[in-house]
């Protein structure tokens, strides 16, 4: 099992049009930041090859075709925001290479905003002309789900959803592990707790964060934010919680990467665009076919 960071940037993106600060013109690659998303790719109990992905933000084709994913399965929604929605339309190209819909999972307020900006893949009757779109099954994440703790059996993952709070709006994060018959293979970064856009969490959240070998936390800025955590406030979080390793996303350019990193407490890290978690630290090569265009 291998958890890959896709973007780990800001909405904005880094580098931000029109900036010229230290970060937006850093000749340090790990400074140029696409939005945050990630896959989590792996082979089921059946040994069938498989990829999850956590959001579906603007930068989605440009991140698979630099990451070379050639499957999506499914895909986590953490909420409904632009920066982790807009590249949902991209994910019909993965229809046609794997002949086969897609798995997506979100809260209802989330499934409202995916309904409302993609109709012409929800509605696809509707169209005047019957175009290239994507096959998508939607799953619902009830909230009972998270107040519960009910874990979901994505593809044979355990995916437990988590609730976060982004400023006054809801999210989710997950608590991600291996299921029955999945080896997690070496150096496993599992069970993972994926927490991106916080601002807090609620009280009967940390129980669920409790435990877990990696953590994956928004860390946006040094200065006050009213939906996102500081770096500051992030580094509070992760001591609490208590992970062997934690890993900060959704940085603005704010925090240049390797003068970041200096400061940082043992066992904590800036995430980069391209970092593997697991196995080799190496994504496994594609397997690409020929396919129909459009």
Not at 31 to 54: E, F, H
Not at 123 to 145: G, K, W
Not at 273 to 286: F, I
């Amino acid at each position: 099992m291998r958890f890959e960071f896709l973007g780990t940037g800001t909405s904005s993106g880094i580098p931000s049009i029109g900036c010229a600060c230290d970060v937006c013109t850093s000749t340090d690659p790990r400074d140029t930041r696409l939005r945050t998303s990630a896959a989590i790719r792996y082979a089921d109990a059946k040994g069938a090859p498989r990829t999850i992905l956590i959001d579906a933000g603007p930068d989605l084709r440009q991140q698979a075709i630099t990451h070379q994913l050639d499957r999506c399965d499914a895909i986590l929604f953490t909420h409904n925001h632009v920066d982790h929605t807009f590249g949902l339309d991209e994910v019909r190209r993965f229809n046609v290479v794997m002949n086969a819909p897609i798995d997506i999972y979100a809260e209802p307020h989330t499934q409202d905003h995916l309904r409302r900006v993609y109709k012409h893949i929800f509605d696809r009757q509707a169209n005047v002309n019957d175009s290239f779109v994507a096959t998508l099954i939607m799953h619902t994440i009830e909230p009972r789900d998270v107040d519960d703790g009910r874990a979901l059996d994505v593809f044979g993952l355990r995916v437990t959803p988590i609730r976060l709070l982004h400023g006054r709006l809801p999210v989710l994060g997950f608590r991600i592990s291996p299921g029955p018959g999945i080896d997690p293979g070496p150096d496993s970064p599992f069970p993972l707790a994926y927490c991106t856009d916080v601002s807090a969490v609620p009280p009967e959240s940390w129980a669920r964060l409790a435990g877990v070998k990696t953590l994956v936390l928004d860390a946006l800025r040094h200065r006050h934010h009213p939906t996102h955590f500081t770096l500051a406030q992030a580094v509070n979080a992760a001591n609490q919680i208590g992970a062997q390793s934690t890993y900060f996303v959704h940085m603005s350019h704010d925090l240049g990467h390797a003068a970041t990193q200096a400061s940082l407490p043992d066992g904590m890290f800036l995430a980069h665009d391209g970092l593997v978690l697991g196995g080799d630290g190496t994504a496994p090569a594609p397997k690409y076919r020929v396919i129909d265009p459009d």
